[in-house]
């Protein structure tokens, strides 16, 4: 049995979101997650190489944007991810990834701009990746924990929903890390 | 407390489904839900106008696209809805409209194509409707029934998503109605 309670106090009135699908953008959005490359140490093979963008201004590596809903079930969540393309060494960037705290909760990705992977992981290791790009939609399983990784020149940008009640756990899939990473290598993208 | 069993035997593998957003289609779907005018006899006021429709050829009213994920709780339902332009005498072309059989659960529709609006109601009959089109993303909270309306010269299209255990329940809201019918009355769009 689910361990969460329906909570009918969350009633909600319909509304409207504008998602431009065109420039990848939620313009009005009133939450703002943004990452730099100093949120993400541990995360990249190369150390060093992470350090020395950190040193050199610190670039933006990925935003979520948002408007509330209630985080709880019934609802769903729904968010603009952007990444931006870039290396640390010769390692994509990449969202830091998680696993849904309710484990058994997917998420839809609709690409809507860039080129890049949906790399992912179960918890007993089994290991996944699907190309993501504008047009083609990513369908994250229950139990995969999931990152995005840009492996191409510009932000790519994807239109994210996900149960209410799913969460974010970022601790066990840092402790685990993905089985390959997203790398360049004589000019081709291999995982390894 | 909800009235379903999580079903860990549905573990599925990822996956990427095309969905078009510049020509609004999901060119590879396998389930394809047609509805002819001569399905949506009960819905309209004008019910000699709708059946002059059916005889004159029982045009095409909407669609839905879809690719098979489990019908259960973890999982996301998602669907490409393609409503076609038209009045049955002066009352715009509508989908049936229905609640989620689970009533708790929202739906988000992302516009892609084409003008109209999201009309909804609740059990207790509360109206509400919201305007759709490509770069707006209505958000259909839990409880409340909901149906696209045309109000364009090209077809509505949008991105659907919901919780898989969230149902389709047609009846109630036929019993029902909706408190309001949209309608083109002296070149004016006016719900009443």
């Known amino acids: 049995m689910l361990n ?4 009918r106090t969350s009633f909600l009135e319909p509304f409207v979101v504008d998602v431009d699908v065109d420039a990848a953008t939620m313009p009005k959005a009133t939450n703002h997650l943004v990452r730099r490359a100093s949120a993400m140490r541990g995360h990249y093979a190369d150390a060093a190489a992470l350090d020395e963008l950190i040193r050199n201004g610190d670039p933006l590596h990925y935003e979520v944007f948002e408007t509330p809903v209630p985080e709880e079930y019934g609802h769903l969540m729904y968010c603009i991810s952007k990444l931006q393309p870039g290396r640390v060494g010769n390692e994509f960037f990449m969202t830091k990834g998680h696993y849904h705290t309710v484990l058994e909760t997917a998420e839809t990705y609709l690409g809507l701009q860039g080129t890049g992977f949906m790399v992912m992981k179960t918890p007993d290791g089994t290991f996944n990746a699907q190309p993501i790009s504008r047009g083609k939609m990513v369908y994250v399983p229950p139990y995969w924990a999931h990152r995005s ?5 510009e932000p790519l940008v994807s239109w994210c929903v996900y149960p ?14 993905f089985p390959k990473r997203v790398l360049l290598e004589n000019g081709q993208i291999v995982m390894r």
């Not at 969460?4 to 909570?7: A, I």
């Not at 990784?149 to 020149?153: I, S, Y």
């Not at 209410?164 to 890390?177: F, L, M, Q, T």
């Open 164 to 177: 209410g009640e799913a969460g974010h756990n970022y601790g066990d899939i840092e402790d685990e890390g």
């Open 149 to 153: 990784v840009n492996t191409g020149d």
């Open 4 to 7: 969460y309670v329906v909570d």
